[in-house]
């Protein structure tokens, strides 16, 4: 007791203590509301003195966009998955809505400063993410977890069965494609303390050692400011308006699309479903029990029916059609693989002022009439509700719900699944159209990287590799190597202070086609690898329908050896041949196939082709290479593209060694593949660049041209990341059958907008919408519009 307190002052504290202390079940503080007696570090929580539980949290999948024979496995799954649960374990599916802090997410989109003078371009493309995020989906983070518990006599006994069940929910949720976690104790404080802060941008602020000697409990860093229950129809949790209600299930029938629809609700909310399972033998005596029930009332119905002279067969339709139902229920208990469960389903609707609460419980309720149910409010029980919300497996209240396990599974937990990565290296590629959450991504974290952009003419095809572009040299320090065959990105690489290597028969920038890089491989000779790239290049230059002769590959060969020696001997840049040592030294030989090839490689030599006869003047090691290929001839076009390839080759294994990824972004990609030397090399890109860090992205309008030949069409197989624009008519169905889309999805990439359609993502397919604001440098530097580029003149 505190010194210097009169006797008097000592007894009244005395009884504040003794009166804090007392608990006859009514709540006297936030503390006490909460109904959990322990949380456990391992993310085990005792509620009551017998009852442990454990929270597992997981993603979502592509429900409502998959394809009907798709929807029909995953629900056939979902029943599986149900039906796991015995009547000994009481589980709880939570579905969380909250308002994310604009200042948190701020910090996970923001790109970090780097001091390379462009902090003013990544300040502005941070602001395009957050007014993106803003105008999208109101900053809601959309959560899913499923709470489980079982009665029993201690924690000893407890742990090993609830740590048995967690596997089997897990592998459960592994064979349905979802990614899922088992919460830790901190994790399910966390989450309840979200939950008592809704609304509010109080932290979380807790660790176990601050329990230690401060006589505080976990309910303390959990609990709100207050709780207030001044009526029976709604309550304050701080300053947040709340009100809990039921979902009386009304109607026969029930679609899929309804608890979607509820959680598709642009306001912070909790959906709760407490679910039991019913013991298989006392389900079927309950059934028969009432099916004996409704035979006796029929009896009655038609003893009166006698007396009074009517026919016997002349019953009440309720009687009828509840005795019909009832035996096709005990026929489904009895014969198929549906159990009985009992449902509770509970929403939590908030709001910042009483008016916000109420328009939100309008549109709940609108959507529960849509679907023939009705959401009643839980009069006087608004404690008992919110209690039964918290992902503890509790539930007080006492209104349930008979349902069969198809029934039930029909609340399919899974719509759409979001991508976004807060990582660093995530880029922005849009909006989620169904959700308007942001897609930020990050394609090394793909099996493959490999990328294709594909789409009609102004559907926007290069402002998405543009976009892509800006994102990546802002976030990461990977290198960028552009082909570009119509001269749309010299502004963009301007803009970022790149190196445009403009290759015409009357430019003065050069690439020598046999630079070599003596890095390239640790398991192959750097040599041997360019006389297969001159083998290729050789091949296009003479042009010959049956490819190069055998006594052709050889003196190409030995002559390619040979004017390397040099270089070997002392590796300096005014060492590395060019095309006209090469040429040189076939007319050194007495084969007539080295004078013929010779010839063939004269007019890239000294004719009027010459432009690749000169040792590189330009830096091709710059952070962002762009490659303009635009006013080369159709000839020279094709050798062109090869070299390209082969100075990317280079890059990418140069920056293997030093652990940095290469890009390599490919425009009008179907002329690569028209060339079969360009296209086998592009395959080749498409097989091994993953292993060297290096990143692909095609970018083109010709469909067909990808599923040419079975070998071209192996790109589409080794591409995990692809993004897909309106399309026309003869493509979209080449690309539903190449890659399985619904024909829902499809409709995606039918009359699409410019800067809609879809994106894959490894196994994950979802439609996007990118609005990317024009009012900004960024818009400028990267629109490829001749409208807007000709009003810019203008200006």
Same mark, same amino acid.
């Given at each position: 007791?505190?010194?210097?307190?009169?006797?008097?002052?000592?007894?009244?504290?005395?009884?504040?203590?003794?009166?804090?202390?007392?608990?006859?079940?009514?709540?006297?503080?936030?503390?006490?509301?909460?109904?959990?007696?322990?949380?456990?570090?391992?993310?085990?929580?005792?509620?009551?003195?017998?009852?442990?539980?454990?929270?597992?949290?997981?993603?979502?999948?592509?429900?409502?966009?998959?394809?009907?024979?798709?929807?029909?496995?995953?629900?056939?799954?979902?029943?599986?998955?149900?039906?796991?649960?015995?009547?000994?374990?009481?589980?709880?599916?939570?579905?969380?809505?909250?308002?994310?802090?604009?200042?948190?997410?701020?910090?996970?989109?923001?790109?970090?400063?780097?001091?390379?003078?462009?902090?003013?371009?990544?300040?502005?493309?941070?602001?395009?993410?957050?007014?993106?995020?803003?105008?999208?989906?109101?900053?809601?983070?959309?959560?899913?977890?499923?709470?489980?518990?079982?009665?029993?006599?201690?924690?000893?006994?407890?742990?090993?069965?609830?740590?048995?069940?967690?596997?089997?929910?897990?592998?459960?949720?592994?064979?349905?494609?979802?990614?899922?976690?088992?919460?830790?104790?901190?994790?399910?404080?966390?989450?309840?303390?979200?939950?008592?802060?809704?609304?509010?941008?109080?932290?979380?602020?807790?660790?176990?050692?601050?329990?230690?000697?401060?006589?505080?409990?976990?309910?303390?860093?959990?609990?709100?400011?207050?709780?207030?229950?001044? +009526?029976?129809?709604?309550?304050?949790?701080?300053?947040?308006?709340?009100?809990?209600?039921?979902?009386?299930?009304?109607?026969?029938?029930?679609?899929?699309?309804?608890?979607?629809?509820?959680?598709?609700?642009?306001?912070?909310?909790?959906?709760?479903?407490?679910?039991?399972?019913?013991?298989?033998?006392?389900?079927?005596?309950?059934?028969?029990?009432?099916?004996?029930?409704?035979?006796?009332?029929?009896?009655?119905?038609?003893?009166?029916?006698?007396?009074?002279?009517?026919?016997?067969?002349?019953?009440?339709?309720?009687?009828?059609?509840?005795?019909?139902?009832?035996?096709?229920?005990?026929?489904?208990?009895?014969?198929?693989?549906?159990?009985?469960?009992?449902?509770?389903?509970?929403?939590?609707?908030?709001?910042?002022?009483?008016?916000?609460?109420?328009? +939100?419980?309008?549109?709940?309720?609108?959507?529960?009439?849509?679907?023939?149910? +009705?959401?009643?409010?839980?009069?006087?029980?608004?404690?008992?509700?919110?209690?039964?919300?918290?992902?503890?497996?509790?539930?007080?209240?006492?209104?349930?719900?008979?349902?069969?396990?198809?029934?039930?599974?029909?609340?399919?937990?899974?719509?759409?699944?979001?991508?976004?990565?807060?990582?660093?290296?995530?880029?922005?590629?849009?909006?989620?159209?169904?959700?308007?959450?942001?897609?930020?991504?990050?394609?090394?974290?793909?099996?493959?990287?490999?990328?294709?952009?594909?789409?009609?003419?102004?559907?926007?095809?290069?402002?998405?590799?543009?976009?892509?572009?800006?994102?990546?040299?802002?976030?990461?320090?990977?290198?960028?190597?552009?082909?570009?065959?119509?001269?749309?990105?010299?502004?963009?690489?301007?803009?970022?202070?790149?190196?445009?290597?403009?290759?015409?028969?009357?430019?003065?920038?050069?690439?020598?086609?046999?630079?070599?890089?003596?890095?390239?491989?640790?398991?192959?000779?750097?040599?041997?690898?360019?006389?297969?790239?001159?083998?290729?290049?050789?091949?296009?230059?003479?042009?010959?329908?049956?490819?190069?002769?055998?006594?052709?590959?050889?003196?190409?060969?030995?002559?390619?050896?040979?004017?390397?020696?040099?270089?070997?001997?002392?590796?300096?840049?005014?060492?590395?041949?060019?095309?006209?040592?090469?040429?040189?030294?076939?007319?050194?030989?007495?084969?007539?196939?080295?004078?013929?090839?010779?010839?063939?490689?004269?007019?890239?030599?000294?004719?009027?082709?010459?432009?690749?006869?000169?040792?590189?003047?330009?830096?091709?090691?710059?952070?962002?290479?762009?490659?303009?290929?635009?006013?080369?001839?159709?000839?020279?076009?094709?050798?062109?593209?090869?070299?390209?390839?082969?100075?990317?080759?280079?890059?990418?294994?140069?920056?293997?060694?030093?652990?940095?990824?290469?890009?390599?972004?490919?425009?009008?990609?179907?002329?690569?593949?028209?060339?079969?030397?360009?296209?086998?090399?592009?395959?080749?890109?498409?097989?091994?660049?993953?292993?060297?860090?290096?990143?692909?992205?095609?970018?083109?309008?010709?469909?067909?041209?990808?599923?040419?030949?079975?070998?071209?069409?192996?790109?589409?197989?080794?591409?995990?990341?692809?993004?897909?624009?309106?399309?026309?008519?003869?493509?979209?169905?080449?690309?539903?059958?190449?890659?399985?889309?619904?024909?829902?999805?499809?409709?995606?990439?039918?009359?699409?907008?410019?800067?809609?359609?879809?994106?894959?993502?490894?196994?994950?397919?979802?439609?996007?919408?990118?609005?990317?604001?024009?009012?900004?440098?960024?818009?400028?530097?990267?629109?490829?519009?001749?409208?807007?580029?000709?009003?810019?003149?203008?200006?």
């Amino acid at each position: 007791m505190p010194e210097g307190l009169s006797r008097k002052q000592q007894e009244e504290v005395r009884v504040i203590i003794k009166n804090a202390r007392k608990d006859d079940g009514t709540p006297r503080s936030a503390q006490q509301t909460l109904p959990f007696e322990r949380m456990f570090p391992d993310g085990i929580c005792r509620v009551g003195g017998d009852f442990y539980t454990k929270t597992i949290q997981f993603q979502d999948i592509n429900y409502q966009l998959a394809q009907q024979e798709d929807k029909t496995e995953i629900f056939e799954e979902w029943c599986g998955f149900l039906n796991f649960f015995d009547s000994s374990v009481q589980f709880q599916l939570s579905f969380m809505n909250f308002a994310t802090e604009i200042g948190d997410f701020e910090k996970k989109i923001a790109i970090p400063h780097q001091e390379d003078g462009f902090n003013d371009v990544r300040d502005e493309y941070s602001g395009i993410l957050l007014k993106n995020m803003q105008a999208g989906n109101n900053g809601l983070t959309k959560v899913k977890y499923i709470t489980f518990g079982i009665h029993a006599d201690s924690m000893k006994s407890a742990k090993p069965r609830l740590i048995h069940i967690e596997m089997d929910i897990l592998n459960n949720f592994k064979r349905l494609g979802v990614i899922a976690e088992t919460l830790n104790g901190a994790q399910r404080l966390e989450l309840m303390h979200r939950q008592t802060h809704m609304g509010d941008s109080a932290k979380f602020h807790f660790d176990w050692k601050y329990l230690a000697g401060s006589g505080l409990s976990v309910k303390d860093f959990v609990a709100p400011s207050s709780f207030e229950f001044p +009526n029976g129809r709604y309550f304050k949790m701080g300053d947040t308006w709340c009100a809990m209600s039921f979902l009386s299930i009304d109607a026969s029938d029930v679609s899929d699309r309804m608890l979607a629809d509820f959680l598709g609700m642009e306001s912070s909310q909790i959906v709760t479903m407490h679910l039991k399972s019913v013991d298989q033998n006392e389900a079927i005596k309950t059934v028969k029990h009432t099916i004996t029930e409704l035979d006796r009332s029929k009896i009655e119905e038609q003893k009166k029916a006698v007396r009074a002279g009517y026919d016997m067969e002349i019953i009440p339709s309720d009687l009828a059609t509840y005795g019909k139902d009832a035996k096709a229920l005990l026929k489904e208990l009895q014969s198929q693989n549906e159990r009985m469960f009992l449902l509770t389903f509970l929403i939590m609707n908030t709001g910042k002022t009483k008016e916000e609460l109420d328009n +939100n419980l309008f549109q709940a309720s609108s959507i529960a009439q849509k679907h023939s149910c +009705n959401l009643i409010r839980l009069d006087f029980q608004q404690e008992q509700g919110f209690v039964s919300t918290l992902p503890l497996a509790y539930n007080e209240v006492d209104i349930q719900r008979g349902m069969t396990t198809s029934s039930t599974a029909i609340f399919v937990p899974f719509t759409t699944q979001e991508l976004f990565q807060d990582h660093r290296g995530a880029l922005y590629y849009g909006l989620n159209a169904l959700s308007n959450n942001l897609i930020m991504v990050d394609r090394k974290m793909l099996k493959n990287p490999n990328g294709l952009i594909l789409g009609t003419p102004g559907s926007g095809k290069s402002f998405a590799a543009k976009r892509e572009i800006v994102n990546s040299f802002l976030v990461t320090d990977d290198d960028i190597i552009i082909s570009d065959p119509e001269q749309e990105y010299k502004a963009l690489v301007d803009y970022l202070g790149g190196q445009v290597i403009r290759i015409s028969p009357t430019s003065t920038q050069y690439v020598n086609p046999m630079d070599i890089n003596m890095n390239y491989s640790d398991d192959d000779n750097p040599v041997m690898l360019k006389v297969d790239f001159i083998l290729s290049l050789m091949e296009l230059i003479m042009g010959s329908r049956d490819g190069l002769q055998p006594t052709e590959r050889t003196v190409i060969d030995r002559c390619t050896r040979a004017v390397y020696r040099k270089y070997l001997e002392n590796p300096v840049p005014e060492n590395i041949p060019i095309l006209e040592d090469l040429y040189n030294e076939l007319l050194k030989q007495d084969e007539p196939e080295a004078k013929y090839v010779a010839t063939a490689l004269e007019i890239y030599v000294s004719g009027s082709l010459s432009v690749f006869n000169h040792r590189t003047n330009v830096d091709i090691n710059s952070r962002l290479v762009c490659y303009d290929i635009k006013d080369l001839g159709k000839q020279l076009k094709k050798i062109g593209m090869l070299i390209i390839q082969d100075q990317v080759w280079g890059r990418v294994s140069a920056n293997r060694e030093m652990g940095r990824s290469t890009r390599y972004i490919m425009d009008e990609m179907h002329l690569l593949l028209r060339e079969e030397q360009t296209a086998a090399y592009t395959v080749e890109i498409w097989k091994r660049f993953r292993k060297w860090g290096g990143i692909p992205t095609g970018v083109t309008q010709n469909v067909k041209d990808f599923l040419a030949s079975a070998e071209v069409s192996n790109i589409f197989e080794n591409s995990d990341f692809i993004i897909m624009l309106n399309q026309a008519i003869g493509d979209r169905q080449l690309l539903a059958k190449q890659l399985n889309i619904s024909p829902h999805q499809l409709s995606y990439v039918t009359h699409s907008g410019e800067g809609e359609g879809l994106i894959f993502y490894g196994n994950v397919i979802l439609p996007f919408i990118d609005r990317f604001p024009k009012d900004t440098k960024i818009y400028k530097a990267i629109s490829t519009k001749f409208s807007e580029s000709s009003e810019d003149k203008a200006a």
